[in-house]
Nanobody, 124 residues
């Protein structure tokens, strides 16, 4: 299993970005996928996740109402639409997969496979 995050970039406060996570390997439809971020000097934190059941998603409080996670099983991809970005959202964003039959979680140590991150920079 390999995951690759892309779509990061530089935006001004209030702007938007759409991140993509490409999954290669088998079993994507059984995986929950999470998006995590890590800013310099800070711990990695979960922002959003989507379960194998498309109806279930989870968001961290700081991003609720601004971020939307979605998945396309046919393309083996997960997307993170980020709106109204603020300087505190700047970080390296990672996607990760979790093989679980239940709801996804925003706990990093629950995830088995991680991709390389993509940098998000937000200017004030």
């Amino acid at each position: 299993v390999q995951l690759q995050a892309s779509g990061g970039g530089f935006v001004q406060a209030g702007g938007s970005l759409r991140l993509s996570c490409a999954y290669s390997g088998s079993g994507f439809e059984y995986m929950s996928i999470g998006w995590f971020r890590q800013a310099p000097g800070k711990e990695r934190e979960g922002t959003s996740c989507i379960s194998r059941l498309p109806a279930f998603t989870e968001y961290a409080e700081p991003v609720k109402g601004r971020y939307t996670i979605s998945r396309d099983n046919a393309k083996k991809a997960v997307y993170l639409q980020m709106n109204n970005l603020q300087p505190e959202d700047a970080a390296i964003y990672y996607c990760a997969s979790q093989d679980t039959a239940g709801h996804c979680m925003l706990t990093a140590n629950r995830y088995h496979y991680w991709g390389r991150g993509t940098q998000v920079t937000v200017s004030s």
